[in-house]
């Protein structure tokens, strides 16, 4: 079965730019959960989304947003880029979410020069 | 707030002898608690979880170790092996908010011949 898959795996924007990162889960997994990785601050949680529906938020602010589509794809999109917003972006997917084991995938690393 | 803290970012332990990682958190809310292993371009990988209504389980040579009372948990490999080399982060959730994990800064175990 084929993992967790991210595209672009590498991103390189000016400040001001949006930028949109796609997410494509494990066959059959239906929650699908975005993380912010940057040094010194660990794994962030940005939110989660199942059945097309965003179920969980974390504490960013509004420039981030994301959506899921019907496959379970999903798409997180970044507006108005700042410096900051320099991380790897993680997305992870389990079957229904909950309390179940999420999978990784590689990520995308954005740099926001 | 940092809700997860892995207060040392780095170990480094002999082949062969034991690796023990620790995790403090403070939200009384987790009540479960998961160790995740990275390597460099790749996303984290599952290694282990426990609930909070057990202090230990066990999966081969990874143990894990929760301690309620002084909310604390720790990771110990036995024997540890070379390709162990990786970060290593633990996570904690709630079942309130299941699909959204809390995670450590990271501790870098790097295992020497």
């Known amino acids: 079965k084929a993992g967790v898959t991210q595209t672009p795996r590498y991103l390189i924007k000016t400040r001001g730019q949006q930028v949109t990162l796609s997410c494509s889960p494990i066959?059959?997994?239906?929650?699908v959960s975005w993380y912010q990785q940057t040094p010194g601050q660990g794994l962030q949680f940005l939110f989660e989304y199942f059945s097309e529906t965003q179920r969980n938020k974390g504490n960013f602010p509004g420039r981030f947003s994301g959506r899921q589509f019907s496959n379970s794809r999903s798409e997180m999109n970044v507006s108005t880029l700042e410096l900051g917003d320099s991380a790897l972006y993680l997305c992870?997917?389990?079957?229904?979410?909950?309390?179940?084991?999420?999978?990784f995938g590689p990520g995308t690393r954005l740099l926001v020069l | 707030d940092q809700q997860v803290k892995q207060n040392s970012p780095s170990l480094s332990v002999q082949e062969g002898r034991i690796s023990i990682l620790n995790c403090d958190y403070t939200?009384?809310?987790?009540?479960?608690f998961l160790w995740y292993k990275k390597y460099p371009a790749e996303g984290p990988t599952f290694l282990i979880s426990?609930?909070?209504?057990?202090d230990k389980n066990e999966d081969g040579r990874f143990t894990v170790f929760l301690n309620k009372s002084a909310k604390h948990l720790s990771l110990h490999i036995v024997p540890s092996q070379p390709g162990d080399s990786a970060v290593y982060f633990c996570a904690a959730g709630d079942t309130g908010t299941a699909s959204k994990l809390t995670f450590g800064t990271g501790t870098r175990l790097q295992v020497t011949l």
């Open positions: 066959s059959g997994h239906r929650s």
């Open positions: 939200n009384s809310m987790f009540d479960y």
């Open positions: 992870a997917s389990s079957l229904v979410g909950g309390r179940e084991t999420q999978y």
């Open positions: 426990i609930s909070s209504i057990k």
